[in-house]
């Protein structure tokens, strides 16, 4: 049984190294199976940084604009989600949190001028 199931897994990783796109048994794809797990990793960073942005109302400065960034940053991950999926799996990212937030936050620095944003944001937290 165990032979099985590992040669199963190396013909399904021999084919989606060459692109092929490989049919589950209850129908979905490998793009499909791909997206869901790419979006889950997407999901808990978004949550990560939202859970930062609580911190708005901290008696400290630093951490003031830390969440400040980090509400700018989970704004532009909700809504820019389905981009970044195709972006993770374009890249072909391996599915570890650390290298997919490389890639988010590549994405969002290359996407994103700041510095307007945080300007913006500091204004309307100062009125």
Not at 30 to 38: A, C, E, G, L, Q
Not at 41 to 54: G, H, Q
Not at 60 to 67: E, F, I, L, T, V
Not at 69 to 92: C, D, P, Q, W, Y
């Amino acid at each position: 049984m165990q032979g099985n199931v590992s040669s199963e897994l190396v013909g399904s990783h021999f084919l989606l190294e060459c692109g092929w796109v490989v049919q589950h048994i209850d129908g979905e794809t490998v793009d499909d199976t791909f997206s869901r797990i790419y979006g889950t990793f997407v999901d808990n960073y978004i949550e990560k940084c939202e859970a930062k942005a609580e911190l708005l109302d901290s008696g400290d400065d630093k951490m003031r604009q830390s969440a400040m960034r980090a509400k700018v940053k989970a704004g532009f991950m909700r809504s820019n989600r389905t981009l970044l999926i195709n972006h993770l799996i374009e890249k072909n990212a391996p599915f570890k949190a650390y290298r997919i937030e490389y890639h988010l936050n590549w994405k969002y620095a290359e996407s994103v001028n700041p510095q307007d944003v945080y300007a913006a944001l500091f204004k309307e937290c100062v009125n």
